[in-house]
């Protein structure tokens, strides 16, 4: 992991920040710690297919990256960051109905995309290719959170129904 000093600050402090709330939002709400570790283990693992295909394909790069010799994509964004927004996500709109779970969605995916693109802009932790555009991650962020919303969900109908 090299780069210069502002994204080494920006690598680390994300990892801080993530590495304490993570712990924090899985057990808050203790009644859902199966619907958290889910929604947590489906968006890394689906993060780290989608991401690898983007990034063998040379659509994001990420120059300054942890493990580069292991790994092509930001394990960091993939299996740390990401998914703790989706905990979050989930757990701020576990009751809601679809209409507000997407304003909700959008209240949070507007302002984590605006940083992405500085971060694309000012650092060089990520690099969009071949056409990539905020408008690509914010769309595909969007949709990756409501699949895992409505992953989460069914999981949990199916659940109530077999304990029924």
Not at 125 to 131: A, D, I, P, R, S
């Amino acid at each position: 992991m090299k780069g210069n000093k502002v994204d080494q600050f920006v690598l680390r402090g994300t990892l801080i920040i993530t590495v304490i709330c993570l712990p924090i939002l899985i057990l808050r709400k203790k009644s859902s710690i199966k619907d958290w570790l889910l929604a947590y283990l489906f968006n890394g693992i689906t993060n780290g297919i989608i991401d690898n295909v983007l990034a063998s394909y040379k659509i994001l790069e990420y120059p300054v990256r942890h493990f580069p010799n292991l790994f092509r994509t930001s394990l960091l964004f993939d299996y740390l960051v990401y998914p703790t927004f989706t905990i979050f996500f989930n757990q701020w709109t576990d009751k809601d109905k679809p209409k507000t779970i997407v304003f909700k969605l959008l209240a949070l995916t507007i302002p984590a995309n605006l940083c992405e693109w500085l971060i694309e802009n000012k650092t060089n932790l990520v690099e969009w290719n071949k056409g990539w555009t905020l408008r690509h991650s914010f769309l595909s962020s969007t949709l990756k959170s409501l699949m895992t919303k409505s992953f989460v969900v069914f999981v949990r109908k199916v659940s109530d129904k077999q304990h029924r």
